[in-house]
């Protein structure tokens, strides 16, 4: 995968993404970011019931959320 070779270091770097969301762009950019050893905070304005189904998503991954 070429494009992984432009992205910086990630391992042990605290992120915060805003805005976890319904349709998948948050959660795949928690996911990447999880996966590259970053520590990973997740904002998002709705509440974990209006965003159950990104919440299960993330299940098994170590993530801070901050929800509603």
Request: proline fraction near 3%.
């Amino acid at each position: 995968m070429k494009y992984l070779s432009t992205v910086p270091e990630l391992a042990g770097r605290r992120v915060t993404v805003m805005g976890l969301g319904l349709f998948g762009g948050g959660l795949a950019a928690t996911r990447f970011l999880c996966l590259r050893g970053a520590h990973v905070t997740v904002t998002d304005l709705k509440s974990a019931e209006a965003l159950r189904e990104s919440v299960a998503a993330l299940g098994g991954f170590p993530v801070a959320l901050h929800l509603g």
